[in-house]
Each structure stands twice: as C-alpha cells, then as structure tokens.
C-alpha cells in the first residue's frame, strides 16, 4: 500500500466518473460560473468545470471549521496531488478531470500552485494585509491565476489574455473584497491594507472599530477607484480580443461589474446589508451578452 497521502473527496458516488464529480460541483454551487460557461464547446467546459471544481476544493478547505494547521495540511496534500497528476497518475476525481485538460490547453502547474498559496493566506487565524502590493500579491493569487488558466482553454492569444487575467482578476477580487468586509471581519480576516486603514486615521487593531470607523468609506471609496480602472483596463483589452473566445470571460466581468455598481450604491456605510445580484439581474446580463 502507498504511504502518500491523498486528498479526500466530497461524496464518493461518483468517484468512477470524475466528469460527472465536477459538474456536480459546478451545479452546487448555484454561482453565475455555470451560465458563463454553459456554451462553451465540450471540452472546453469540462476543462473549465474541473478547474471551477480544484478552486472550490481548495477554497472549501481554507474556510473549513478547523485548526488553521489542519487546513494547511489539507492544502499540502492537495500540492502533493498536482505532482501525481502532472506525472500523469491523478488520484482525486477533480485531478483526473484535469489530466485531459492540462495537456489539451497548456495548463500550467504554476498556475494552480498560486490558487493553492493564495488559500494558505486565508486559512490562518488572523490575517491582515499590509500594503497594497502584498494585496495586490494575493488578487493575483487567487484571483488572475484562475483567470491565466481560463484564458488558454477560452484560446485567447497568451500575451494578452494574461493581461486580461491580470486586470480581471483584481476588478473581481477587489469587488469580492469591498462586498464581504463585514464577513471576512467575522473570520477574523481584513484584506484592506494597514498602510491604506494608517493613512486615514484608522490605527485601531479591533475590527469591530475598524468596521465601524467613520473615515473607513473613505478608504472604501480609494479602493472602489482601484477596481472601476481593473474593469476600465479590462474592458480595453476585451476589445481586442476574438469576440466569441473572449464572450464567457465577458460575461464574468459583466456579472461582477454589476455588483460593484450596487455595492456603490449600497454605500460604505451600510456593510451589514448584504449585496448580490437576483436571477433576473443575472439573467438580464447574459441574454445582453450573447450568453443564451
């Protein structure tokens, strides 16, 4: 018997068929992922199925009820895990939907190391961001590395679809950030950065003053500019990319431009109010952009 140890998955009837795993990943997620992509080609959603479904393993494991060692350890055999797959012996239903893929698009390990690093900055007790370049580290970890990997199965030209990624990837993180402030505040986790929280007057190290702090929209409203010039630069490069190769990487931005526009309107000063987009809103979105 093999002394390695192997991640565990979640519900094992459908460990014979890892197709069948990650769609239904996909589908419980109830998320507007499953409608960006619902027109792909064949093996382009399934390659993009199975990449949705390693990000939510590993993102699963960082917010897991659990000792922080624990969910480090769960992460480290995940990294074990992509050696297999990459030398072509996967052993997890989500790395076998991958071992196709990652030969038919170029995928790089690099790229799905970055999502697993990005995760072991939230699986910490306490995290806080010190400057904008170490946010700026971690958008990109969780965030443009998705999108690099997405960006080559769409088959956008890879010079400039690892700009899109860049650019994209921050917008949606930032976004994700300013919407879950209180949130992530309850996991004991600030991604605003203490230079930026210093630099209004905001020194206290107690979250709920931070939270509550009457010059935090202030730093809300600098971060908001950050992310409408990710969309701005975004968008510019979209326009220059094949149209149908970039329409699902559209349809993302497009959803999430959204709600950063009603996060905005919502205003800094109402964060217990949650923020989402309703189906209709989704819906709206993707017949306007060519999705159905």
Request: aromatic share 8%; charged share 30%.
């Amino acid at each position: 018997m093999s002394s390695e140890i192997e991640p565990q998955a979640s519900g094992t009837n459908n460990w014979d068929n890892p197709t069948v795993y990650v769609q239904r990943v996909v589908k419980q997620a109830s998320t507007s992922f499953y409608w960006s992509m619902r027109r792909l080609p064949k093996p382009k959603r399934e390659a993009m199925f199975a990449v949705y479904a390693f990000c939510r393993e590993v993102d699963d494991i960082a917010d897991a009820d659990e000792d922080p060692g624990e969910r480090q350890a769960r992460l480290a055999i995940w990294r074990g895990e992509l050696v297999r797959l990459y030398a072509g012996r996967p052993r997890h239903p989500i790395s076998q939907a991958l071992y196709l893929p990652i030969d038919q698009f170029n995928l790089r390990k690099q790229d799905f190391y970055s999502i697993i690093e990005g995760m072991e900055v939230d699986s910490v007790d306490r995290l806080r961001i010190k400057n904008i370049e170490e946010l700026t580290r971690y958008c990109d970890l969780v965030a443009s590395a998705v999108g690099r990997l997405s960006i080559r199965i769409f088959g956008l030209d890879t010079e400039v679809g690892d700009r899109l990624a860049s650019e994209q990837g921050q917008a949606l993180q930032l976004t994700n950030i300013l919407r879950d402030i209180k949130e992530d505040a309850d996991r004991n986790r600030l991604y605003i950065p203490q230079d930026l929280l210093f630099a209004y007057g905001i020194e206290s190290e107690d979250l709920s003053v931070i939270i509550n702090h009457e010059n935090l929209p202030e730093v809300c409203e600098v971060l908001s500019g950050i992310v409408a010039r990710r969309f701005l630069n975004a968008r510019a490069i979209i326009k220059i990319c094949d149209p149908v190769k970039a329409r699902p990487a559209k349809m993302m931005m497009e959803v999430y431009a959204a709600l950063f526009e009603k996060i905005k309107s919502r205003g800094w000063g109402s964060m217990p109010k949650p923020v989402k987009l309703s189906p209709i809103d989704k819906c709206w979105l993707a017949c306007r952009h060519g999705i159905f």
